[in-house]
């Protein structure tokens, strides 16, 4: 077995390169010929994000060393690699597996050797997202930008399913104009001046109409993510809104589009059932962090597919046909816990809390019925789950609350359901150490039926793959797993 080293560069000229490396002498099938000088293939971490419901680490990568000791490779210090492909993988031939698809932070000379320092997979998620500033250009009167008294550098807010109750952003204080979304497909459906709802005017069809002409008093009137006033508001201003896909697995592919990447299309599926989301953005933000609260609300992880295509599904009980992970590849087997509780036992309650409202009120106008003045006074609502019968069996089992953005209470209440059935029982957290040659394709997210005789799992305990230690110089694996 071997292992190569496959990376995107820009030579000295500009011109795009593939530069191939390999552990011993390798031709590709394409015959293309690699040169011969990887040193330590290096350790590549691989995972899952589930919040609490399964402890582990994401994916993470270190680095790989090439050997320079006769200079070979002292050209490199000419070539840009940062932010490029590299592909690592073992094997021969047809036989050869993808352990990483990921990208080059940079090139570090030492002596005798280079090292690739490789970049974790979702790290370029790890910045804020696209979002635009008030550039504070406002002549006023005119203008949309703030002025540079006010808001000016400021980002602007961005809606991602729906809101309720938000505050905007005076954008323009002579014309009484607000934002509440710099998305175009923002839809304003309601504006309250200190809770009471104002009347609704006909949409404005330019943001030059927007400016040029006002709504009558106690109205207001909307363009995309604006509305303008038509008198000056009593007390706090605060908007309901709406995109034109606010679903839960709509929303987590338009972040990712956002930044260009892929996701798995019956993912987006499964996580629309689940209804709209509430996601109001008004400071930097990281789209990970974004993405994240996505899987998190949904009772669900979140992990990188080799091919680059992020999955986000909902945690379910494993079970079903899955390839064998049989005893005579298992060199050990340890369990760190049997359920997702804080003290790693079985989780007897779940609660999550969902219908958010971004901005709570107490002192509203008079006109407030008092059914809408309580839910102003309270941020969020909350479906619980308890499991009796994990109580009886295990009177110390943990309890699990989730801030979710699940629009909706009754889905956040399936949601909280299905949690509570799932981990209010056994589940094992293992990590297994083998060879890795005996586990080939190993891929997070997919299942594995371990067979040993060790733990009861004689009969076979079909486990979810939640994450793995390569090292490649040894060809060592540490595999977790959970189930």
């Avoid at 993470?60 to 070539?79: F, K, P, Q, R, V």
């Avoid at 993988?89 to 570090?108: C, E, M, W």
């Avoid at 005076?170 to 607000?178: K, M």
Wanted: glycine letters at 10%; charged letters at 20%.
């Amino acid at each position: 077995m071997t292992w190569t080293l496959e990376m995107d560069a820009l030579d000295p000229g500009g011109d795009p390169v593939t530069l191939r490396y390999s552990l011993g002498r390798y031709d590709d099938p394409d015959d293309n010929a690699f040169d011969p000088r990887i040193d330590q293939p290096g350790h590549f971490k691989a995972g899952l994000f589930a919040g609490a419901l399964i402890a582990g680490d994401r994916s993470s990568y270190g680095e790989t060393t090439l050997i320079n000791a006769d200079g070979g490779l002292d050209y490199l210090a000419d070539y840009a690699v940062d932010g490029r492909a590299a592909v690592i993988r073992r094997g021969t031939g047809a036989d050869r597996v993808t352990v990483l698809a990921g990208t080059v932070a940079r090139l570090s000379f030492e002596t005798a050797v280079v090292s690739v320092v490789l970049r974790g997979p979702l790290e370029p998620l790890q910045t804020p997202h696209p979002q635009p500033t008030y550039a504070g250009d406002n002549e006023l009167p005119d203008g949309l930008g703030g002025t540079a008294d006010d808001i000016a550098g400021q980002a602007k807010p961005l809606v991602f399913g729906e809101v309720v109750n938000a505050t905007p952003v005076a954008v323009n204080t002579a014309r009484l104009i607000y934002q509440l979304s710099a998305r175009e497909d923002c839809e304003v459906t309601a504006v309250y001046d200190n809770g009471a709802e104002l009347t609704r005017g006909s949409d404005y069809a330019s943001a030059s109409a927007l400016q040029g002409t006002a709504p009558a008093a106690g109205e207001w009137r909307a363009y995309r993510g604006y509305v303008r006033l038509g008198a000056s508001p009593v007390g706090t201003i605060t908007v309901d809104a709406t995109t034109s896909a606010p679903n839960a697995g709509a929303v987590f592919a338009t972040l990712a589009s956002d930044r260009g990447w892929p996701v798995n299309a019956a993912d987006v599926a499964d996580l629309d059932t689940l209804g709209a989301v509430r996601l109001y953005v008004t400071d930097q933000t990281d789209t990970l962090d974004l993405l994240d609260r996505i899987a998190v609300s949904v009772g669900g992880y979140l992990n990188l597919e080799p091919d680059g295509t992020l999955r986000c599904r909902r945690l379910a009980a494993p079970e079903g046909e899955a390839p064998m992970l049989q005893q005579y590849a298992i060199r050990d087997i340890r369990r760190s816990a049997t359920g997702a509780g804080a003290n790693s036992l079985p989780v007897g309650r779940v609660a999550l809390n969902a219908d958010r409202i971004e901005t709570t009120q107490t002192n509203v106008a008079g006109s407030v019925s008092s059914g809408r003045r309580a839910r102003l006074a309270k941020q969020t609502r909350q479906a619980v789950a308890e499991n009796a019968a994990t109580r009886e069996r295990h009177p110390l089992a943990g309890e699990l609350e989730i801030d979710s953005v699940l629009a909706s209470l009754s889905s956040a209440q399936s949601v909280a359901d299905d949690l509570a059935a799932i981990l209010g029982v056994r589940r094992d957290v293992v990590t297994v150490s083998a060879r890795v040659e005996d586990l080939p394709d190993i891929t997070v997210g997919e299942l594995r039926t371990v067979v040993t005789p060790r733990l009861g799992y004689g009969a076979g305990r079909v486990m979810l793959v939640t994450g793995y230690l390569i090292n490649a110089q040894s060809g060592d694996i540490d595999l977790n797993l959970w189930g």
